[in-house]
């Protein structure tokens, strides 16, 4: 049974400290081994050299497309930050991903985000956010604010109502 549509993250990492590598160990924790094969030196260079870029990189053993955006931006302050998105549009790649979250967050928390309703908006898309600098250290934590990865998930509902949505999330991380 599909799940989700889509599964969309978004972060924001400093102009100084990004790399590929940096990227990779940093999503490595949720994100499958099928897709982690895009975080490469090309987009490190082309993140670097431009603006804005966008890629689409097509596994060929696989023959599925994944797409990376990533876009130098400045904040307040000067510091240069990039924001990487990536979105995942497989059912393959967003259930490895799904299966892959659950495992590395454990019961207690998929428990916590099956019951947590002000996590799924109108449009029945589900809201997580998992902290950066836990990441890092290899852990996977759900957190509210602060330096985070944004995941949005586009459930697949019809039809497209926020109580069926809640009852997909429910379905999705049930024990």
């Given at each position: 049974m599909k799940v989700a549509h889509s599964v969309n993250f978004?972060?924001?990492l400093n102009k100084e400290a990004f790399t590929a590598d940096k990227l990779k160990l940093l999503l490595s924790p949720v994100l499958p081994e099928e897709v982690l094969f895009i975080f490469e030196e090309d987009v490190e260079k082309d993140v670097l050299k431009k603006e804005k870029i966008e890629l689409s990189i097509e596994d060929i053993a696989l023959k599925e497309a994944?797409?990376?955006q990533g876009e130098l931006s400045k904040i307040v302050d000067g510091c240069d930050l990039i924001k990487v998105e990536l979105s995942l549009n497989?059912?393959?790649?967003?259930?490895?991903f799904l299966d892959k979250l659950k495992n590395e967050l454990g019961n207690d928390v998929c428990s916590l985000i099956a019951e947590q309703e002000n996590r799924v908006d109108e449009n029945c898309n589900l809201f997580l956010r998992l902290d950066l600098d836990e990441l890092q250290k290899g852990n996977c934590v759900l957190?509210?604010?602060g330096n985070c990865v944004h995941i949005k998930i586009?459930?697949?509902t019809y039809p497209n109502k926020k109580e069926n949505a809640l009852k997909v999330v429910k379905e999705i991380f049930k024990n």
């Amino acid at each position: 049974m599909k799940v989700a549509h889509s599964v969309n993250f978004r972060l924001f990492l400093n102009k100084e400290a990004f790399t590929a590598d940096k990227l990779k160990l940093l999503l490595s924790p949720v994100l499958p081994e099928e897709v982690l094969f895009i975080f490469e030196e090309d987009v490190e260079k082309d993140v670097l050299k431009k603006e804005k870029i966008e890629l689409s990189i097509e596994d060929i053993a696989l023959k599925e497309a994944l797409k990376v955006q990533g876009e130098l931006s400045k904040i307040v302050d000067g510091c240069d930050l990039i924001k990487v998105e990536l979105s995942l549009n497989k059912e393959k790649h967003i259930n490895l991903f799904l299966d892959k979250l659950k495992n590395e967050l454990g019961n207690d928390v998929c428990s916590l985000i099956a019951e947590q309703e002000n996590r799924v908006d109108e449009n029945c898309n589900l809201f997580l956010r998992l902290d950066l600098d836990e990441l890092q250290k290899g852990n996977c934590v759900l957190t509210d604010g602060g330096n985070c990865v944004h995941i949005k998930i586009k459930l697949a509902t019809y039809p497209n109502k926020k109580e069926n949505a809640l009852k997909v999330v429910k379905e999705i991380f049930k024990n």
